[in-house]
């Protein structure tokens, strides 16, 4: 099947107290949810694209006329409760271009709320939670014409479908290419260069913090492997990327994998530095246990920057 995975134009419906020199906007990167879920669908043996429509500041109109053009099977599109307006407008427009296309959200609004998301009239379904092991089995229930019971994904007029399965070993998740993606529009105003590409180490946080959404959409801390982190370094390095926005939600967690990994970085050649800006998220921002220690070896292994602890 062919597969479509939207991360709608933001539209913020309300305003921030920030100050007037940061602007709406300080940093453009790709959704990682969507093409950790691209990964999967062409693992399947579908042929998945990703629309940036933030990244390339798209309409819902102009949403819906690309799915149509393309003529997709199914398409997908991420939610936040910030966003929320934005992104029901660009399923609505694709419901209206292309009426057979089954139409699915992600991220966090529904995960909190999966059966109110699922009967809003644009969508057929919503994904509760992370959806890289229900996914393929949604797009195999698509292609059956079939509505099984599967954890975390509620189907339109359905119950709720209760906590998705969980991706305890976070290494059989395929690292994201970088094909189809508009490298030229991702900045952030903490970088020197452009494109600047978002990596997680991990997914989850120990914590339980009661101001926090964390508790109740991630599944625990878990870690990706060494190994694998510095392959996707190396893959983005290979295609000319040098910023890294980390969004752990706590980056710092485990100290173990945060110093073996900067151990293991390779320092790439004086020509192409390889920058890390200041972590981002809900997490922390290169402190936890020992912060002193880690930032001498982050500079010693090539790195140029880091962010610094933020005051409390």
Not at 21 to 42: D, F, N, T
Request: hydrophobic share 40%; with cysteine.
């Amino acid at each position: 099947m062919r597969i479509l995975i939207v991360h709608p134009r933001l539209e913020l419906h309300f305003e921030a107290l920030m100050p007037g020199e940061v602007g709406e906007k300080w940093i453009q990167v790709p959704a990682l949810g969507c093409l950790y879920l691209r990964e999967v669908a062409r693992e399947e043996g579908h042929q998945a694209d990703y629309l940036d429509a933030d990244a390339l500041d798209l309409s819902a109109e102009q949403v819906g006329r690309h799915a149509a053009e393309g003529r997709y099977d199914v398409v997908g599109v991420q939610l936040n409760s910030y966003n929320l307006y934005a992104g029901v407008a660009a399923a609505r427009a694709v419901r209206a271009a292309l009426p057979e296309a089954v139409l699915c959200a992600g991220g966090v609004h529904p995960t909190i709320f999966p059966v109110e998301t699922a009967n809003l009239p644009e969508f057929d379904a919503a994904f509760a939670g992370e959806a890289e092991e229900n996914f393929p089995a949604f797009l195999r229930a698509v292609e059956n014409r079939d509505r099984p019971a599967i954890p975390g994904l509620a189907w339109k007029g359905g119950a709720d479908p209760g906590p998705a399965r969980v991706v305890n070993d976070i290494d059989r998740i395929p690292i994201p290419k970088t094909d189809g993606l508009p490298l030229h529009r991702y900045w952030s105003a903490l970088a020197r260069s452009r494109p600047v590409m978002p990596m997680v180490t991990s997914r989850g946080c120990p914590f339980q913090c009661t101001f926090c959404d964390r508790p109740l959409v991630d599944n625990g801390l878990r870690h990706r492997s060494i190994d694998n982190v510095i392959a996707e370094i190396e893959m983005r390095v290979g295609a000319g990327i040098r910023e890294f926005c980390f969004y752990d939600d706590t980056l710092t967690a485990n100290k173990k994998t945060r110093e073996g990994a900067v151990r293991r970085a390779r320092r790439p050649p004086p020509q192409n530095p390889l920058r890390l800006p200041q972590p981002r998220g809900h997490g922390r921002r290169l402190r936890g246990p020992r912060p002193r220690r880690l930032r001498p070896r982050l500079l010693r292994r090539g790195v140029r920057r880091s962010g610094r602890p933020a005051p409390h």
